[in-house]
């Protein structure tokens, strides 16, 4: 059975998960620590419950979600896996730190590159990737059938969806791919965002009002 631990972390109250399972196997999800207490929440999170983190994945690589990259790549020593079309955007962190005022290192870690169709493990459970660009250009979706969950990032939020005019943002191809790969799962699948609080499929088909 798998558990989520969802953190909120810097200045964008961003959603940070550990997914985990009663192996203490885990894989670290967006980690957008930026100081000292935050990396300690995770830390403490992962030694008091004896997890082993074997992977960590990117739902896209805006700079709200990856200020505790470097830390989680030299900490854990496991690939960081993303979608090849969010290169770009992790490239431009520093560039990204400078514009919102602080100081950022650019990313030196091992990256595994994920594509729409391609499935994960974590001890026989298997997580889809769906690519639904339009937030960034690499932006995915890890959907996990049995349990009728899915980690969204910033695709689909309770009641909105992410935002379009930021770099290679593009509305029509969000819309799109949220409607024809997100909307036509069971509704009863729980949406854990990039920010905010969860939701379901079902309940983003009727009132989101992007879709009205």
Excluded at 1 to 28: D, H
Excluded at 146 to 166: A, W
Excluded at 167 to 174: F, P
Aim: glycine content about 8%.
């Amino acid at each position: 059975m798998l558990q989520i631990q969802g953190f909120v972390f810097n200045f964008a109250s961003e959603n940070t998960y550990i997914l985990y399972n009663e192996n203490k196997n885990a894989w670290l999800i967006d980690p957008g620590n930026m100081n000292e207490q935050e990396t300690q929440a995770i830390e403490s999170f992962i030694s008091d419950n004896g997890l082993k983190i074997e992977k960590i994945l990117l739902t896209h690589a805006h700079i709200d979600h990856v200020l505790g990259l470097q830390w989680a790549f030299d900490t854990f020593k496991v690939p960081v896996h993303m979608h090849q079309d969010d290169q770009e955007v992790l490239d431009m962190l520093q560039a990204s730190g400078m514009r919102f005022g602080f100081p950022v290192d650019p990313v030196k870690a091992d990256i595994t590159y994920i594509s729409e169709g391609e499935v994960l493990e974590l001890d026989g459970e298997q997580f889809k990737i769906y690519h639904v660009p339009g937030h960034s250009p690499g932006s995915v979706v890890y959907h996990n059938e049995t349990q009728k969950f899915m980690i969204s990032g910033d695709v689909l939020f309770e009641g909105s969806i992410g935002r379009t005019d930021l770099y290679k943002g593009n509305h029509d191809l969000l819309i799109d791919g949220i409607t024809h790969k997100l909307f036509i799962l069971d509704d009863e699948t729980q949406v854990f965002s990039g920010h905010g609080n969860p939701t379901t499929i079902g309940f983003e088909k009727q009132y989101n009002p992007f879709f009205k």
